[in-house]
């Protein structure tokens, strides 16, 4: 980390950079964490958000168990950041990720999921052979349609299956109810999400009954966790991209009490008309496909087009006074597609740069 610019103002910064309010994101990760304990529910914040292992630790800190990730790398970088409870919330397949979550397990205490027993029985042989046990559990399809066994015999009979095998232990269970994060009526939504995590602990009911233990019960993402923390039966959630929040969880998903604490700030390079600006920071520098970034303190400021290297901006009355060289910081419209661009966090209390993080994570995708 360059030294030298902590304390230099967020202004006297180069551009384009990813930048954190640190006081909004602690109190973020403090905010998610209470709600989660007070209601007996752990926190297995997804980490797809920050791919940082800084930033893992101050989640654990804040009281949450360990982390989610999607990728066998991505939990290489958190081990070695010092995590150790790591949920891949994927499946995993081939002879060289097998090979290498049984050597994660020297480690950390990784917990791999499946849906099927051809992903199973090769991750067991090769444990078996490492003299290692790594721990399993099934995601269950709940309507999201993407991966997961079927809810029911399917999944008891997996879950019996696995029990059988030596080198992996079977866990528990998880779902992602990702379909139902947009429902508009905050009722209805509810609603849903009750029934959908009924269902998964309608699964734990029958393994157990089939006489194989089931202690993990996992589900949950930032545009849902606030139901689905309150539903009995589910022992963890994995929502992760809170810490940050932005307009697609609070526009989208309408979930509310946290703040915005991910931007990007620019520098205005161009104004080639009294209503239109151009900024530093193109779709190389944000991604804009899920939801809308925002224009910070500039209401009438609306981001018109991105191309790969430029931000153009349509400017109201109240933002016209904005001329070349100003900074601009814009609320990043969906963390994950904008962290993924960058090799750094900037992280500032209040105006003064405190701390650069690499995302270690970054490009870690097999
Ligand atoms: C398996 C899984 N869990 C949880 C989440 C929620 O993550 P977040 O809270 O960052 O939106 C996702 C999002 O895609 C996911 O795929």
Redesign the pocket.
Same mark, same amino acid.
């Given at each position: 980390m360059p030294q030298s610019l902590v304390g230099v103002h967020k202004f006297d910064l180069d551009t384009p950079v990813l930048c954190i309010d640190l006081d909004r994101m602690e109190s973020n990760i403090q905010k998610m964490a209470a709600y989660c304990r007070s209601h007996g529910v752990q926190w297995r914040?997804?980490e797809?958000?920050h791919k940082t292992p800084a930033i893992a630790l101050k989640e654990i800190e804040a009281g949450a168990m360990g982390v989610?990730c999607?990728k066998v790398s991505e939990a290489e970088v958190m081990a070695a950041g010092g995590v150790r409870d790591i949920l891949i919330?994927?499946m995993i397949v081939g002879p060289r990720k097998w090979e290498r979550v049984a050597a994660l397990r020297r480690w950390a205490d990784p917990i791999v999921a499946c849906d099927h027993f051809a992903q199973v029985e090769p991750l067991a042989a090769v444990c078996r052979s490492h003299g290692v046990e790594v721990r399993v559990i099934i995601?269950v399809n709940l309507g999201l349609d993407r991966v997961g066994a079927t809810p029911g015999r399917d999944t008891v009979e997996l879950a019996q299956a696995i029990s059988r095998l030596k080198g992996v232990k079977f866990a528990g269970i998880?779902g !992602?109810e &990702?379909h139902l994060l947009q429902i508009a009526e905050p009722a209805d939504k509810e609603r849903q999400i009750r029934e959908s995590m009924a269902l998964l602990v309608s699964c734990r009911d029958q393994i157990v009954k089939s006489g194989v233990p089931c202690d993990i019960v996992s589900a949950?993402?930032? &545009?849902s !966790?606030q139901y689905t923390v309150k539903c009995p039966g589910i022992t963890e959630v994995?929502?992760?991209?809170?810490i940050f929040m932005d307009p697609y !969880?609070r526009v989208k998903c309408q979930v509310q009490d946290l703040d915005y604490a991910l931007t990007i700030l620019a520098t205005v390079v161009s104004r080639p008309t009294l209503d239109r600006a151009v900024l530093d920071a193109g779709r190389k520098t944000l991604n804009p496909d899920v939801a809308t970034p925002v224009v910070v303190g500039y209401e009438d400021a609306q981001i018109k087009r991105l191309s790969a290297e430029h931000c153009e901006l349509t400017l109201g009355p109240n933002s016209r006074n904005l001329k070349i060289g100003d900074k601009v910081e814009l609320v990043v419209g969906y963390?994950?597609f904008t962290t993924v661009l960058h090799d750094e966090f900037y992280g500032f209390r209040g105006d003064r740069l405190e701390v650069i993080w690499p995302i270690l994570g970054r490009g870690k995708l097999q």
């Amino acid at each position: 980390m360059p030294q030298s610019l902590v304390g230099v103002h967020k202004f006297d910064l180069d551009t384009p950079v990813l930048c954190i309010d640190l006081d909004r994101m602690e109190s973020n990760i403090q905010k998610m964490a209470a709600y989660c304990r007070s209601h007996g529910v752990q926190w297995r914040p997804h980490e797809k958000c920050h791919k940082t292992p800084a930033i893992a630790l101050k989640e654990i800190e804040a009281g949450a168990m360990g982390v989610t990730c999607a990728k066998v790398s991505e939990a290489e970088v958190m081990a070695a950041g010092g995590v150790r409870d790591i949920l891949i919330a994927n499946m995993i397949v081939g002879p060289r990720k097998w090979e290498r979550v049984a050597a994660l397990r020297r480690w950390a205490d990784p917990i791999v999921a499946c849906d099927h027993f051809a992903q199973v029985e090769p991750l067991a042989a090769v444990c078996r052979s490492h003299g290692v046990e790594v721990r399993v559990i099934i995601e269950v399809n709940l309507g999201l349609d993407r991966v997961g066994a079927t809810p029911g015999r399917d999944t008891v009979e997996l879950a019996q299956a696995i029990s059988r095998l030596k080198g992996v232990k079977f866990a528990g269970i998880m779902g !992602y109810e &990702g379909h139902l994060l947009q429902i508009a009526e905050p009722a209805d939504k509810e609603r849903q999400i009750r029934e959908s995590m009924a269902l998964l602990v309608s699964c734990r009911d029958q393994i157990v009954k089939s006489g194989v233990p089931c202690d993990i019960v996992s589900a949950g993402g930032t &545009g849902s !966790y606030q139901y689905t923390v309150k539903c009995p039966g589910i022992t963890e959630v994995q929502a992760g991209g809170g810490i940050f929040m932005d307009p697609y !969880y609070r526009v989208k998903c309408q979930v509310q009490d946290l703040d915005y604490a991910l931007t990007i700030l620019a520098t205005v390079v161009s104004r080639p008309t009294l209503d239109r600006a151009v900024l530093d920071a193109g779709r190389k520098t944000l991604n804009p496909d899920v939801a809308t970034p925002v224009v910070v303190g500039y209401e009438d400021a609306q981001i018109k087009r991105l191309s790969a290297e430029h931000c153009e901006l349509t400017l109201g009355p109240n933002s016209r006074n904005l001329k070349i060289g100003d900074k601009v910081e814009l609320v990043v419209g969906y963390g994950d597609f904008t962290t993924v661009l960058h090799d750094e966090f900037y992280g500032f209390r209040g105006d003064r740069l405190e701390v650069i993080w690499p995302i270690l994570g970054r490009g870690k995708l097999q």
